[in-house]
């Protein structure tokens, strides 16, 4: 695990090299653009795992739907860091496998979803935000990625309810479903871990 996060460092750290030695960047900048690049590395090798993963299940569908809902929560709203990449991408394929398996678990699980859905968007819509030490948001910056959380959210229960009513779509509701709940438990952990830039701590720097 320490060495795939040793080789996404790496790839980030070459590509700013390569930028400040052409002048696109300023040195003084190349900390933050190969923290941006290594963490968009990372996010584009663990979402081309899981879907390759999808699609030998034949889950590609339901993969799609869960990713799209918790990455345009979670670009929002922040949430849980593993400590590495090895881990983070350990723990994606973990709370993917209901997601994997959908089309033979929706009927006995999705009404214990939907009973967290509820309290899940409820916590998030009040939540609005983790700001995680690495993103570091200003008071307006992190009032900006709460609204874009509230906004996403609303969007998201919006379809979720018309597909519900339609009585269409169980795999697309349990996993547009899944989405929330593990954002909403993805903020509870960053809370609970202590990852986050409190207002007095802003206010100290």
């Known amino acids: 695990?320490?060495?795939?996060?040793?080789?996404?460092?790496?790839?980030?750290?070459?590509?700013?090299?390569?930028?400040?030695?052409?002048g696109l960047i300023d040195k003084e900048d190349q900390a933050i653009?190969?923290?941006?690049?290594?963490?968009?590395?990372?996010?584009?090798?663990?979402?081309?795992?899981?879907?390759?993963i999808g699609i030998l299940t034949g889950s590609?569908?339901?993969?799609l739907v869960f990713l799209g809902v918790f990455f345009a929560l979670r670009r929002?709203?922040?949430?849980?860091?593993?400590?590495?990449?090895?881990?983070?991408?350990?723990?994606?394929?973990?709370?993917?496998?209901?997601?994997?398996?959908?089309?033979?678990?929706?009927d006995c699980v999705t009404p214990w979803y939907y009973m967290l859905l509820l309290p899940s968007s409820a916590f998030i819509f009040m939540t609005g935000a983790v700001n995680h030490?690495?993103?570091?948001?200003s008071g307006?910056?992190?009032d900006l990625a709460?609204?874009?959380?509230?906004r996403t959210l609303l969007t998201v229960l919006s379809v979720l309810i018309l597909l519900f009513i339609a009585g269409t779509g169980s795999v697309l509701t349990f996993c547009m479903s899944r989405g929330i709940v593990l954002d909403a438990v993805s903020i509870i952990f960053a809370k609970?871990?202590?990852?986050?830039?409190?207002?007095?701590?802003?206010?100290?720097?």
């Not at 590609?60 to 993969?63: M, Q, R, Y």
């Not at 849980?80 to 993917?96: A, E, W």
């Not at 709460?146 to 509230?150: C, F, Q």
């Not at 609970?192 to 720097?205: F, L, P």
């Open 1 to 22: 695990m320490a060495d795939n996060a040793c080789m996404t460092e790496k790839i980030a750290d070459k590509l700013t090299g390569s930028m400040v030695t052409k």
């Open 133 to 137: 030490p690495s993103m570091d948001w």
């Open 192 to 205: 609970i871990s202590k990852q986050e830039v409190s207002h007095y701590e802003q206010q100290a720097v």
């Open 33 to 52: 653009y190969a923290y941006n690049i290594r963490v968009m590395t990372e996010q584009i090798t663990a979402f081309l795992l899981l879907i390759l």
């Open 76 to 106: 929002c709203t922040g949430g849980y860091h593993c400590s590495s990449f090895g881990g983070c991408l350990l723990l994606s394929v973990i709370t993917m496998i209901p997601t994997f398996l959908s089309g033979g678990i929706t």
């Open 60 to 63: 590609l569908t339901g993969s």
């Open 146 to 150: 709460a609204s874009h959380a509230r």
């Open 140 to 142: 307006e910056e992190l």
